[in-house]
């Protein structure tokens, strides 16, 4: 079992930025890659960045490339995910997941935090 704790959301006038952060506890957190997807009301959980276990590589959307960036310290148990300029569309409840190997498919992940909202105000 892992178990994963974000923080970090917020209320952000577009450009602004946020960093979320995930705790994960309960197993070797180096073992897993990461990911974090985004849910707006009444849409499907989207993708949003992925990172390996050893943090050398990353996937992303291209709708937040050049704007957010993925990272992790596998000795915080901890997974980051800054994202600057944001824009109105970015508005949802962010969800960080554990996975075997970085993807972009929700069923690829066999872990879940329990999301943190973010609203992007125009």
């Known amino acids: 079992q892992v178990q994963l704790v974000e923080s970090g959301g917020g209320l952000v006038q577009a450009g602004g930025s946020l960093r979320h952060s995930c705790l994960a506890s309960?197993?070797?957190?180096?073992?897993?890659?990461m990911g974090w997807f985004r849910q707006a009301p009444g849409k499907e959980r989207e993708f949003v960045a992925a990172i390996g276990w050893s943090g050398r590589g990353t996937l992303y959307v291209d709708s937040v490339k050049g704007r957010v960036t993925i990272s992790r310290d596998n000795a915080k148990n901890t997974v980051y995910l800054q994202m600057n300029s944001l824009k109105p569309e970015d508005t949802a409840t962010y969800y960080c997941?554990?996975?075997?190997?970085?993807?972009?498919?929700?069923?690829?992940?066999?872990?879940w935090g329990q999301g943190t909202q973010v609203t992007v105000s125009s």
């Open positions: 309960g197993r070797t957190f180096s073992t897993y890659a």
């Open positions: 997941a554990a996975a075997l190997v970085p993807t972009r498919g929700v069923q690829g992940y066999d872990y």
